[in-house]
């Protein structure tokens, strides 16, 4: 990995948009291991509906009262959630929580246009007059075309605003970082689409204003999270104040930058605690430069089993899979985990052969992924209610953390190793936890390793 991709604008432990090796702990507040039962406890609609607005009522209404006082909004909300000791992001992290989760999207909740004052200046003017965004300003400044863009009426635009603190995390010796790197620094903050708070409570990924060409026809996103540090975006930058409507727009203030992400190879190799046995497979297989090299396919998901999804499998079936003998039936079994050219967000789908970008609508959503894997696709679900969203494989495993965004791709990390189907009477019969042993595992597996060298 070439640190001078990351170093520029933040310590390699902030730069990642999936989450350092102690944070995953903490996702099991977003997990949804346990949804078939949670299910079973939801309130109902209405009651969902006015807990929420309840909750946003008294937050915003408290944010607009010390907005009205003041002459800079950006200002005073970045004033009184520091004045408050967060008070004002705490409230909104519990109400993300509790009940957000599992609103509708579409809900229309009032609040787009909570705010009685009616702005009277644009995204650009508040950051570029705000005392807390001074260093966000002056590299924006660098850029005419960022100014215009956020001066104009094109689109209401969200723009997730690091504060000057935000730019004291850079290390002292970072190298200084080209301009082209900063304008894509500065435009992954920006989204050409309207998401107040309200609707990123309900939201896991973002579409910004950066594009790239190895993500696939759609432009590169940012996930939103709900963990033991609140509500975050990309699972370290902290929103810190909420709401801070422009004529053309809202701000969000966050405690941290937002850094593009590196390649999925990149991610895995800096999680060993959770990918190393994923990592040495694709390495003694040969399939890790072949998924890094992104002149071969554009954007793609890897479903990645965690080393506990391995160690799941046992010893016996590990150690041979590990053996020089297994290693061509271990390549077309993570064959089987890797899709190209398909990009599958939680909420949102890219495919190189489409015209456009796919959001995910609420309900149920199917596709069948075709893999690496000679002929044999995999069939997901995802089921969205608002926040909750699960993601199944096979009618099996089970997305356990998603959207771990890439360059070239997102990676979901799944709570099991997937096995490809056996055909029983012209049937494909898939796997669902049933014990499996190494014969059963090479019988899956054996019409897919004929001559296959390594």
Do not use: C
């Not at 689109?155 to 997730?160: H, L």
């Not at 435009?187 to 973002?206: I, N, Q, R």
């Not at 969203?389 to 959207?403: A, C, K, M, Y």
């Amino acid at each position: 990995m070439k640190l001078t991709y990351i170093l520029p604008l933040a310590a390699l432990s902030t730069a990642f948009v999936l989450p350092e090796q102690h944070v995953f702990s903490e996702l099991a507040v977003e997990s949804h291991r346990s949804a078939d039962s949670a299910f079973d406890k939801l309130p109902s609609r209405e009651q969902l509906v006015n807990k929420v607005e309840h909750s946003f009522e008294k937050l915003t209404g408290k944010f607009d009262e010390v907005v009205k006082s003041s002459q800079h909004a950006l200002d005073s909300a970045i004033d009184y959630a520091t004045e408050t000791g967060n008070d004002v992001a705490e409230k909104v992290h519990k109400t993300g929580f509790e009940a957000a989760s599992w609103m509708d999207s579409n809900a229309h909740l009032g609040l787009n246009d909570h705010h009685h004052n009616e702005p009277n200046q644009t995204i650009y003017q508040l950051i570029s007059t705000s005392k807390y965004t001074t260093k966000l300003a002056a590299a924006i400044n660098e850029y005419p075309d960022l100014v215009v863009l956020l001066n104009g009426t094109i689109a209401n635009y969200t723009v997730f605003a690091p504060i000057d603190s935000a730019f004291d995390k850079i290390p002292d010796k970072a190298p200084k970082p080209s301009k082209e790197f900063l304008k894509n620094v500065l435009l992954y903050h920006v989204s050409p689409e309207y998401y107040p708070a309200g609707k990123v409570l309900v939201t896991h990924t973002v579409p910004t204003a950066l594009t790239v060409d190895t993500v696939g026809i759609g432009p590169q996103r940012v996930s939103t999270n709900i963990g033991l540090k609140g509500l975050t975006v990309n699972f370290y930058a902290r929103i810190i104040a909420i709401d801070i409507f422009g004529t053309n727009g809202v701000i969000h203030g966050i405690d941290s930058l937002l850094v593009p992400p590196p390649n999925v190879v990149d991610i895995i190799q800096f999680l060993p605690g959770e990918f190393s046995t994923l990592e040495l497979g694709l390495t003694k297989t040969g399939l890790l430069p072949m998924i890094n090299d992104t002149s071969a396919h554009v954007g793609g998901t890897v479903f990645a089993p965690s080393n506990f999804a391995f160690q799941k499998l046992g010893p016996k079936i590990n150690g041979f899979l590990f053996s020089s003998y297994g290693q061509k039936y271990l390549k077309a079994l993570l064959e089987y985990h890797v899709v190209a050219n398909q990009t599958l967000y939680s909420d949102a789908y890219y495919a190189v052969d489409s015209v456009e970008n796919q959001d995910i609508p609420k309900g149920i959503f199917e596709i069948d992924l075709p893999t690496l894997l000679k002929d044999k696709s995999l069939n997901v679900n995802v089921a969205r209610y608002g926040r909750i969203i699960v993601i199944r494989i096979n009618g099996f495993s089970q997305v356990t953390i998603e959207d771990g965004i890439a360059a070239d791709g997102v990676i979901q990390v799944v709570s099991d190793v997937l096995i490809p189907p056996k055909r029983i009477d012209r049937m494909e019969q898939h796997y669902q936890g049933e014990e499996l042993t190494v014969e059963d595992l090479k019988e899956r597996l054996e019409p897919f390793v004929e001559n296959v060298e390594l």
